[in-house]
Nanobody, 123 residues
Framework: QVHLVESGGGLVQPGGSLRLSCAAS????????MGWFRQAPGKEREGVAC????????YYTDSVKGRFTISRDIAGNTVYLQMNSLKPEDTAVYYC????????????????WGQGTQVTVSS
């Protein structure tokens, strides 16, 4: 049974950093594209970052390029999202998701989702 559990969210001041983790079980994430999405209140879900299964290529939405880094620990079956220089507009619930296809900004292309972790950027 595929299971994804996010952790690492919290309250941080603008300019601060957080590292989100997504622990996977029931499958080997090396063979799946893994994405991070976020949803802020009143807004649509947004694809933030993705790491491909084949060669570990990474993709980012424009608003987080240069600030966020997605990575994976194959041995630990865990995906990370390092978030630096956080801004109030990064406040959202962050979800990790797995796709047996390719990286995509569309949530509909991902089959399995975690429960989400809240990130709040505020002074």
């Amino acid at each position: 049974q595929v299971h994804l559990v996010e952790s690492g969210g919290g309250l941080v001041q603008p300019g601060g950093s957080l590292r989100l983790s997504c622990a996977a079980s029931g499958f080997t994430l090396e063979f799946y594209a893994m994405g991070w999405f976020r949803q802020a209140p009143g807004k649509e879900r947004e694809g933030v970052a993705c790491i491909s299964s084949s060669d570990g290529s990474t993709y980012y939405t424009d608003s987080v390029k240069g600030r966020f880094t997605i990575s994976r620990d194959i041995a630990g079956n865990t995906v990370y999202l390092q978030m630096n220089s956080l801004k109030p507009e990064d406040t959202a619930v962050y979800y990790c998701a797995a796709s047996n296809e390719y990286c995509s900004p569309r949530g509909a292309d991902f089959l399995s989702w975690g429960q989400g972790t809240q990130v709040t950027v505020s002074s």
